[in-house]
């Protein structure tokens, strides 16, 4: 059912500017946003996916990626449709960039399905849960109420009063940070560096649990020495927030082949240089997805594809052989 | 050609154009009772639950048994509410003294979400005010007004903080008494567009339950339903609407200070109770939120009696609803956003 959004200010003559994202898109009436969910309809902003659910399962928690945070459990993961980014090679276009045939339910509804199956967690994914950003309040407010932990997984493109509210009742985020070059954000993704990296900062204040991904672009953001920029950054906030170096793959409208092997071990090594926890995701290779002790180099997590065992970690989330703390949330 | 055969040339001509016209609207005909088959017809059935008339009207190859199972699961859902039954779970939770009860995920999730409106609207909705029913005869028909002392002393059983949930268990503090009769309804509802949807995912129709409405899917599949809203002040059992709205999901409530109440001295006592002052509330006779879901709908439309006009216009939206408000002196007020459920889409 279409509903009222909750971020935007009336302008004049029905015309009105929605405040949820950095694009801030000002809205005639009859009007859609960029990220084609939210429509101006006679001078109020209404969202038109509310309920509207694409995709609902159970996957590991690993998979969101979440390395560090209740490693080894399943997670409800549900998603909509819509972006307010239009990345070239997104991943997921068939319902960020169209809608595709929905099903609809409400917060109780997807509150009560995680419980009969026993999940502790909701993930918030797979499309942008910020154009989202109604039912994903209401699902984590009702979740949260019943101990259930929200998992957002996002682009990061959201303005800092929206990101604050929904921070009270989210307990883990992705955010993919998509290098660190202003121009190919702006180009190849239609979004803004800097207001990605003032989510990040924003969820690391806020002492909700942060893991970052960066998608490596061949010929769009993949040149070393850029993104050892993004590493020094990231470890000046803190070097312990675990970083997943993505493969791409050919997707939607961008086909270079995939990230060479070689490529991605090399930003690996850049990467280890200054963050202590970093892993390569989609190649499918161990070595890149354990955890190790970044102190004593012990093997703490190990995980073959989806299955993981805590080898090295004690009870309070510290390395058995050194005890240097390790795991904030297990 | 001679004037004669020229007649008959005319004639003839006129002959074969009626057969031609004929046949073409034979063929429009045909077509049109062809398209008619292939449109779904609707099943209505009306019958009386929660005391009010509960309209349903399905479409669907398992119209009959989806009509049946509706009724059925709403009689069961009215029983299992109903605070003055005696085998009904709140009629236990309310003569417990205060021990706890241990109650099924069903009642939790009513009794949660109406303690959860009860919460955002800062009490302006409260499922507690049952001594406050009883007080002024609403469960029995013995309608009366109590004095200030009554009253007071009935205030002090009311408040939803009384209402205490721990794991599956319930109990309520200081003698207060729970009816969950509007939200209860409207789950009721809910369950009704869920049951429809178990049976046949291509069901459309809707459900009105005296005023709690919830759309199955839209008209032929495609089409708005086209909802009136009753106007608060005409004549009894009359259907005379102010407004109409157009919807193909989602649910729509009305509460009125017509629905149940009675007169003293010329003055109207309803039973929408404020339960800050114990009486019934006043400013607002009517009021119709369109919301997510019915029980949504049904508990903000109670809250905005108690909100006040103007709270109500600027929190309603916060809390997912639209709203129609009509007040005392007979004005129509809407939030800015109901307007989109005025037109057809
Ligand atoms: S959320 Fe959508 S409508 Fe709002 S500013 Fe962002 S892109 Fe524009
Ligand atoms: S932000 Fe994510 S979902 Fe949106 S377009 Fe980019 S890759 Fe796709």
Redesign the interface.
């Known amino acids: 059912m279409v509903r009222e959004a909750l971020f935007y200010e009336e302008l004049n003559d029905n015309t009105i500017r929605c405040t949820l994202c950095p694009h801030r898109c000002v809205l005639e009436d009859g009007k859609k946003g960029i990220c084609g969910v939210r429509m101006n309809r006679g001078g109020v902003l209404y969202t038109l996916n509310y309920g509207e659910l694409t995709s609902i399962a159970m996957d590991p928690i690993e998979k969101k990626p979440l390395f560090h945070f209740y490693p080894g459990t399943e997670i409800l993961s549900i998603s909509t449709w819509g972006c307010n980014m239009k990345c070239k090679f997104c991943q997921n276009w068939e319902i960020s960039q169209q809608r595709p045939a929905v099903r609809r339910v409400d917060p109780e509804r997807i509150v009560r399905i995680a419980m009969e199956h026993g999940s502790k967690f909701i993930a918030y994914t797979y499309n942008e849960p910020i154009v989202w950003f109604e039912f994903v309040l209401d699902t984590s407010r009702l979740a949260a109420k019943e101990g259930i932990r929200n998992v957002l997984i996002t682009n990061g493109f959201i303005e800092p009063e929206p990101l604050k509210l929904l921070l009270q009742t989210i307990h883990a985020v992705n955010i993919d940070l998509k290098g660190f070059n202003e121009e190919f954000y702006r180009k190849e993704c239609l979004g803004e560096l800097e207001a990605v990296k003032r989510s990040i900062e924003m969820v690391y204040e806020a002492g909700v649990h942060l893991e970052i991904t960066t998608l490596i672009v061949p010929n769009g953001n993949d040149n070393v020495n850029e993104l050892e920029e993004e590493f020094k950054w990231i470890a000046s906030i803190d070097p312990d927030i675990p970083l997943h170096i993505s493969r791409y793959f050919p997707n939607y409208k961008y086909t270079e082949p995939p990230t060479p092997k070689e490529k991605l071990i090399s930003i690996y090594e850049r990467a280890r240089e200054h963050l202590n926890f970093v892993y390569i995701g989609n190649l499918w290779d161990e070595k890149y997805e354990n955890t190790y002790c970044p102190d004593c180099g012990e093997l703490l997590i190990r995980r073959v594809g989806y299955d993981v065992e805590l080898v090295g970690i004690d009870e309070e989330g510290r390395c058995k052989r050194c005890e240097r703390k390790i795991l904030k949330h297990l | 050609m001679r004037k004669k055969d020229f007649e008959t040339f005319v004639r003839e001509r006129r002959w074969s154009w009626i057969l031609t016209y004929t046949f073409i609207a034979i063929l429009i005909l045909m077509v049109f009772f062809f398209s008619l088959k292939r449109v779904p017809g609707y099943s209505i059935k009306e019958s009386v639950v929660f005391g009010t008339r509960v309209k349903i009207v399905v479409s669907s190859k398992l119209a009959g048994r989806i009509i049946e199972a509706i009724l059925q699961d709403m009689r069961r859902i009215d029983r299992k509410f109903d605070p003055y039954d005696e085998r009904s779970v709140i009629y236990r939770i309310n003569n417990s003294n205060g021990e706890w009860v241990e109650v099924d995920n069903e009642v939790l999730?009513v009794l949660?979400?109406a303690l959860?409106f009860a919460e955002i609207t800062g009490g302006a909705f409260d499922p507690t005010v049952g001594v406050l029913v009883k007080l002024w005869g609403f469960n029995d028909g013995n309608y009366r007004i109590p004095s200030d002392e009554e009253i007071r002393d009935a205030l002090k059983h009311v408040g939803y903080e009384n209402v205490e949930i721990s794991g599956n268990k319930v109990r309520l503090k200081n003698g207060a008494l729970l009816d969950l009769g509007g939200i209860a309804k409207g789950y009721a509802v809910d369950r009704a567009i869920q049951i429809a949807k178990r049976y046949d995912q291509k069901a459309t129709g809707f459900i009105d339950a005296g005023g709690d409405i919830g759309i199955i899917g839209p008209k032929f599949g495609g089409s708005d339903w086209v909802i009136g809203i009753r106007n608060p002040r005409y004549k009894e059992n009359s259907d005379e609407t102010i407004d109409v709205v157009y919807m193909k999901?989602?649910a729509i409530a009305t509460s009125g200070d017509y629905e149940r109440y009675f007169i003293k001295d010329g003055k109207r006592y309803h039973h929408i109770f404020n339960p800050k002052t114990g009486y019934p509330s006043h400013g607002i006779i009517s009021a119709t939120v369109?919301?997510?879901?019915c029980a949504d709908a049904d508990a903000l439309a109670t809250a905005i009696f108690n909100l006040g006009l103007d709270y109500s216009l600027m929190y309603i939206?916060?809390f997912?609803g639209?709203a129609f408000i009509v007040t005392e002196d007979s004005k129509i007020h809407r939030?800015?956003?109901f307007?989109?459920f005025e037109k057809p889409h």
């Open positions: 999730f949660k979400k959860y999901d989602g369109i919301a997510q879901s939206p916060r997912g639209q939030t800015k956003g307007g989109y």
